[in-house]
């Protein structure tokens, strides 16, 4: 049964829950294997992931081509300069030829819009690599970091700072799917999309909004920051000197619980939105969470072929 992974509300908490099961076990049962081995039962075997970048990429690009080979599968990888799409192709006329060629396509890209338009005319499995909306695989990875840390997660409380990006419209997504809260510390004219604020809420979430970052952070069980100049965007200057505030430092992380967790997508601006003494600190699980996108991204490439 093909399924599109475009959002983590496409799978729903109960599939979500199955997942990082799934990427616990598998993690778990490679341990000291070479990392170009296959897993033992190869459930993807013969199968193909045609991969599209249209912004750069280190751990989105290397995490789903290692995991695809793991399972068994191979990965074609593209980006928009050298195929046809970047030059005026339509995305439905791109959708229809990968899915003749493809057995699931990845794409990592801008506009929302484009993904939902191309998994509308695939006929097979698409997933979202990043878009400017959402980041689910990120977070898919992020939970299941949380969990290997021994948290649980109905009732985490969250702690985020600075900019309302992608990435923390995924959190919120996930906080009303798997039941933890989220306090958000940023500066006026950076929040979350209200969108995901009321999805998380009607979810059952507590969201709170504050302009202290002392506040966000106060008794968290996890921190987490992004970068707050993304690819592309103008007017940094005036974007540092708002978020400059927020910045996580040891000062900052000292307001958490003292078994607090950091986090960080990847990569970090070190100096702008964390400091060298957090992000390589004894609280800092970010290498982790790095590994952990290969392992979660397995098993949402299963849950879309129907084998979860």
């Not at 980006?79 to 799409?85: I, T, V, Y």
Request: charge should be negative; aromatic fraction near 4%.
């Amino acid at each position: 049964m093909m399924k599109h992974f475009l959002s983590l509300s496409d799978a729903g908490g109960d599939a979500i829950a199955a997942m990082l099961n799934d990427a616990i076990d598998r993690k778990a049962a490679r341990q000291d294997w070479p990392k170009g081995k296959t897993d033992s039962d190869a459930p993807l075997a013969n199968h193909t992931l045609a991969m599209i970048f249209e912004k750069s990429s280190t751990r989105t690009r290397v995490s789903f081509d290692m995991a695809i080979r793991q399972l068994g599968g191979t990965s074609i990888v593209m980006d928009s300069g050298s195929m046809q799409l970047g030059r005026g192709e339509t995305v439905a006329d791109t959708a229809r030829v990968l899915s003749r060629y493809a057995d699931a396509i990845m794409i990592r890209t801008g506009d929302h819009s484009k993904i939902r338009e191309l998994a509308a005319h695939a006929s097979v499995p698409v997933i979202n690599g990043l878009t400017d909306l959402s980041h689910p695989c990120q977070i898919m990875a992020d939970l299941l970091t949380i969990i290997e840390h021994g948290k649980a997660l109905p009732g985490l409380e969250v702690a985020w700072l600075g900019d309302g990006n992608n990435v923390l419209n995924s959190i919120l997504e996930a906080a009303g799917l798997m039941k933890f809260n989220v306090r958000i510390g940023c500066p006026e004219g950076y929040e979350p999309d209200t969108g995901f604020v009321g999805l998380a809420r009607k979810g059952g979430a507590n969201v709170t909004l504050t302009r202290n970052p002392a506040d966000a952070v106060r008794d968290a069980d996890i921190v987490v920051t992004d970068t707050w100049i993304s690819m592309g965007q103008d007017h940094a200057e005036t974007k540092l000197q708002a978020m400059m505030p927020y910045q996580v430092n040891a000062a900052l992380m000292s307001h958490a619980k003292s078994d607090a967790l950091f986090m960080h997508c990847l990569p970090a601006h070190r100096g702008e939105e964390v400091t060298d003494e957090v992000l390589d600190g004894p609280q800092s699980v970010i290498w982790d969470e790095a590994e952990n996108r290969l392992h979660a991204q397995k098993s949402v490439l299963r849950w879309c072929f129907g084998q979860i």
